[in-house]
């Protein structure tokens, strides 16, 4: 129920006025957001890499509706990746495609991508195109795809666990030669599209984790990323990959900016590669409310942090 109703307050714009309103939640939004300028960005990142993790920006954004915001926001891609390259940052880019025009039509998204595309090859560099909501998935797996057949050997993918149509795509993804960060998912979901019980969302992902820690067994080149900050996935990654002799080289961990950061310095110190996704932007507040539905204790943090003087 609370999970529910804060995904429905991401969508508010009465919501997102109200929040953003007050200092106090850009102060909490700090926690998992790296700060609204791409000097933040480059700090924060900076800071990870001197910890030895590995990082992945994002500016964030979505649901542009003109196609000069479309254009903008891979502008603002390309600044982005010259930015982190003349600061010698090991980066690699997130980004959305409904950041780049995809409710404005694949066409126009598909221009922008290979834009950033072309930039990410240019600074030798990958780029993960996020997953959204279920309704964006076929169009996204679809321009990732096309992407992958003209050339762009450079990208990358997300799928969600709690989707009945994941294993399937895993597969297809897989059998592509297209590299996969695998996660459970964060948007609210009908039940004829995603599980609704926790323990079905966690039982798949524990088997998508196994399909692609055996794939890139056989082809590292797919090094999947397993992004979750729940320690009883984590171990099943582990002990699949240690059972199966997976090399440590052929994946990675992957989580949030500011979340489970002793879990993420505790498998870096066993010799796991984690890279930690960073976003920044002044678009955040879709963003953070996501991140306050997904774990209570966020959620606290943020009310705590409100009422005090």
């Not at 009465?14 to 700060?35: D, K, L, M, N, Y």
């Not at 996935?233 to 994946?251: C, E, I, L, Q, T």
Request: hydrophobic fraction near 40%; proline fraction near 3%; glycine fraction near 4%.
């Amino acid at each position: 129920m609370l999970r529910e109703l804060l995904l429905n307050l991401s969508h508010s714009k009465t919501a997102r006025q109200f929040i953003t309103h007050f200092p106090v939640a850009r102060r909490v939004s700090s926690r998992f957001v790296a700060g609204e300028t791409l000097a933040d960005e480059i700090k924060a990142m900076r800071e990870l890499r001197n910890k030895g993790m590995w990082v992945t920006a994002d500016h964030l954004g979505e649901n542009v509706s003109t196609e000069a915001d479309a254009s903008r926001a891979a502008d603002d891609c390309l600044q982005l990746l010259d930015s982190t390259a003349a600061a010698g940052i090991n980066s690699h880019l997130s980004v959305k495609l409904t950041q780049l025009g995809l409710d404005l039509g694949n066409e126009i998204c598909f221009a922008n991508l290979r834009r950033v595309l072309e930039k990410a090859k240019t600074v030798n560099t990958f780029v993960r195109v996020d997953m959204e909501s279920a309704e964006y998935t076929e169009r996204t797996l679809a321009l990732v795809r096309a992407a992958k057949d003209v050339g762009y050997e450079n990208v990358g993918t997300v799928i969600q666990s709690y989707l009945y149509r994941s294993e399937e795509d895993v597969q297809s993804l897989v059998a592509d030669g297209i590299r996969v960060r695998l996660c459970k998912g964060a948007y609210k979901e009908p039940p004829d599209k995603a599980f609704p019980r926790k323990e079905d969302v966690d039982a798949n992902y524990a088997k998508l984790a196994e399909m692609l820690l055996a794939a890139a067994k056989q082809n590292p080149s797919l090094y999947p990323a397993i992004a979750t900050h729940d320690e009883a996935m984590v171990a099943a990654a582990k002990g699949y990959a240690a059972s199966h002799d997976v090399p440590r080289s052929h994946f990675e961990f992957q989580m949030l900016f500011g979340i489970r950061r002793e879990l993420q310095e505790g498998l870096r110190a066993e010799g796991y590669n984690v890279r930690v996704y960073v976003p920044y932007g002044a678009e955040w507040y879709p963003y953070f409310m996501r991140r306050l539905a997904e774990r209570p204790a966020n959620l606290w943090f943020f009310v705590s942090n409100f009422f005090k003087r």
